[in-house]
């Protein structure tokens, strides 16, 4: 049982969602979603306001996924235009730069016109409704211009993190035929410079990328970079002379707003979709009721929007409420250990939303570079992405938010839209590492490894039993790989891919994922993809690779690498191999630790044993009496274990 810490006072005091109304609105949500969604969707501005709501079917033979079905809006009026006349001088983008002597605010007045003028030079580039346009960008807030830009003519955005290599990029530019990308000349983060236009040339030069027609550059750094006369184009000189009003283009609710790609358990990434009208009711109404959102705060969520976090809850979900969101160009720990507390202070930050990694990172550094600074401003703390250990959760309330700050501790996924567990500020106690309750219309539940429902207290696969209007609606380009990743295993539900638990007091803890999916720093990254990268050296025959415990990242890449016969297993093929998949994927998917393996454990149907590889890399340098790894009967070749064990990588 996790220790429980009672709502802080001042935050009990003040008006919010007190437990009844939780409880309350919770029940009206499954009791009659009809009403309740028709009710939440009046949080957008329509041009026709829906008169459907939901039309879901989970059957895998009929799997469909509409909400708001003959609704007509754009979702760019809600998130801009809609604040002009209330909202007009009030900061929308607070940017900080990675360097501390940069910073700049956009009010809603300056980001509506800065977003008409773009969206003009799209259209004036021939970009229009449906088109796929690539987003391959800093944080800055050209990054969030351009996402609204193209969902201002109904283009579809597909944004690329910055981290991604040319190949990576080039592989998810190939999948969605994208027409355009918008880059900058160099990203800046920590002192460093990102060559992201030199990243988009070469991965131009990769096949499959013939459909981009233009580059678009934003001039970050002023470093001298390659334009190809015709296809690249600056985005200054294009908007320069564009009008400052863009009629917005007209667009169905199931129409899509944007692909992200995100990583499963196999094959190469998959684009997640979703379509405008369900998704922006959900991030707004998730935004303002899971950070108890006020007029007056200055809300910072420190994701990079080349992740759905940066998506629902940098852009859309605080423009659609009238927030100020901080965009962040740098990292936490720049030029030193209290850089985020210090920004903290300097913009009078409210409400902090944040990765378990950055916590545990800085909280190693020790509480000087906290106390160092104010942090009064701060009322509210959030955590995203993985799971949170109760040490960091207490540093974080007790360090950082001095026991004044509830934390909010959201559980959801790219494929969810938004936040679909988490403890509403105000609504219950908090305990640490707990995503507490469902969010209004979601349907938990946990099933065996044989699909039967565990009721009460207990754990297993975590399983969403009815839609929610954030749901993502499919894989693009490949409906059934949609409805074989998520509807198939358990078929009437939709399957996480988590494990949680529930306790006897019936609030939730997410565990981690339950498949071959890896979060490496709050970085989902498919087991799979890192294996066929590694694979594509000539000079490897065979290769697993599994996650292992890591004090700051949460979990760190494994791999187990059989080379060629005849290739010799050196220091340096190590670091080439590691160099590959930097290469071929990005940095973060690295393998932080790499074993020869002269064999993998195999059944006697061939199939690698990754249960046991598991076991054997989180072991570093305990000792386990080898009973430990569990049934061992039906390898082919028992002795590989041991071998594989004795060498393993001590960490
Ligand atoms: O395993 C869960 C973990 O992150 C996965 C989703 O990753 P991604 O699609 O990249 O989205 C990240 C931002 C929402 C989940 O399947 N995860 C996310 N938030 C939490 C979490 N695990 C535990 N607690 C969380 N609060």
Not at 159 to 184: E, H, M, N, Q, Y
Not at 230 to 257: F, G, I, T, Y
Not at 523 to 541: L, P
Not at 602 to 623: F, P, Q, V, Y
Request: proline share 7%; hydrophobic share 40%.
């Amino acid at each position: 049982m996790s220790k429980e810490y009672p709502v802080p006072p001042a935050f009990a005091a003040a008006e919010q969602i007190k437990p009844d109304t939780y409880a309350g609105l919770y029940r009206e949500s499954i009791d009659d979603p009809e009403k309740f969604w028709a009710e939440a969707a009046r949080r957008l501005e329509w041009i026709k306001p829906p008169t459907q709501v939901k039309d879901v079917s989970f059957d895998p033979a009929d799997l469909h996924i509409r909400w708001y079905a003959d609704g007509v809006l754009n979702p760019t009026v809600s998130c801009l235009d809609r604040h002009l006349e209330t909202r007009g001088d009030k900061t929308a983008l607070l940017f900080e730069g990675d360097d501390p002597a940069i910073a700049r605010a956009i009010t809603y007045r300056e980001l509506h016109a800065q977003v008409c003028k773009f969206a003009n030079a799209l259209r004036q580039l021939g970009v229009g409704k449906g088109d796929r346009i690539a987003i391959y960008m800093p944080m800055i807030p050209e990054a969030c211009v351009a996402m609204l830009a193209c969902a201002r003519i109904g283009a579809i955005h597909s944004v690329v993190f910055g981290g991604f290599s040319p190949d990576a990029l080039a592989g998810r530019i190939a999948d969605s035929k994208c027409k355009l990308v918008i880059t900058a000349d160099e990203g800046v983060r920590a002192n460093r410079k990102i060559p992201l236009k030199a990243n988009v040339d070469e991965a131009l030069t990769r096949p499959g990328t013939e459909s981009i027609e233009t580059v678009v550059v934003v001039r970050r750094t002023g470093g001298a970079v390659a334009m190809l006369p015709l296809r690249d184009r600056w985005w200054d000189a294009l908007v320069e002379s564009q009008p400052a009003e863009c009629e917005p283009e007209p667009m169905n609710a199931e129409d899509p707003l944007f692909i992200l790609y995100t990583s499963g358990s196999t094959g190469k990434p998959k684009g997640v979709l979703h379509t405008i009208g369900g998704y922006m009711v959900w991030v707004s109404y998730t935004h303002e009721a899971t950070f108890d959102l006020r007029e007056d705060d200055v809300y910072w969520c420190t994701a990079d929007v080349g992740w759905v976090t940066g998506h629902s809850y940098i852009v859309y979900g605080p423009l659609a409420n009238g927030a100020t969101s901080l965009v962040f160009e740098g990292v936490p720990n720049w030029p030193d250990a209290s850089r985020l507390w210090q920004v903290c202070d300097k913009h009078q930050v409210t409400i902090l939303y944040t990765a378990p990694t950055a916590i545990r990172a800085l909280m190693r550094e020790g509480d000087g570079p906290v106390r160092k600074t104010s942090r009064k401003s701060l009322r509210l703390l959030g955590s995203v992405g993985e799971p949170i250990n109760p040490e960091a959760w207490e540093w974080y309330f007790n360090v950082v938010g001095e026991g004044r700050c509830p934390i909010v501790d959201t559980w959801w996924q790219t494929e969810t839209g938004g936040t679909l567990m988490c403890p509403l500020p105000g609504s219950t106690v908090l305990k640490p590492g707990c995503a507490m309750k469902p969010f209004f219309g979601i349907r938990p539940a946990i099933l065996d490894v044989d699909g039967q429902p565990i009721d009460g207290e207990g754990s297993g696969n975590l399983v969403i039993t009815d839609s929610w209007p954030g749901q993502m609606r499919t894989v693009y380009g490949d409906h059934q790989r949609f409805i074989d990743t998520y509807f198939t295993m358990y078929p009437g539900v939709y399957t996480t891919g988590d494990g949680a638990g529930r306790d006897a007091d019936g609030d939730w803890k997410i565990t981690g994922r339950v498949d071959d999916v890896i979060n490496v720093s709050g970085h989902r990254i498919g087991t799979a993809e890192i294996e066929s990268a590694m694979m594509a050296d000539v000079r490897v025959a065979e290769a697993a690779v599994v996650g292992c415990p890591h004090e700051i990242k949460g979990a760190t890449i494994y791999a187990f690498v059989t080379p060629k016969e005849g290739v010799v297993p050196t220091d340096a093929l190590r670091k080439e191999l590691a160099a590959g998949i930097r290469e071929r994927i990005g940095a973060f998917a690295a393998p932080e630790y790499l074993q020869w393996a002269p064999a993998l454990p195999k059944t006697r149907s061939a199939k690698t044993m990754r249960r046991i590889l598991r076991k054997i890399a989180e072991t570093g340098s305990n000792e386990v009496d080898l009973a430990t790894l569990g049934d061992t009967s039906t390898l082919a070749d028992p002795s590989v274990v041991k071998r594989l064990y004795d060498e393993r990588v001590r960490y």
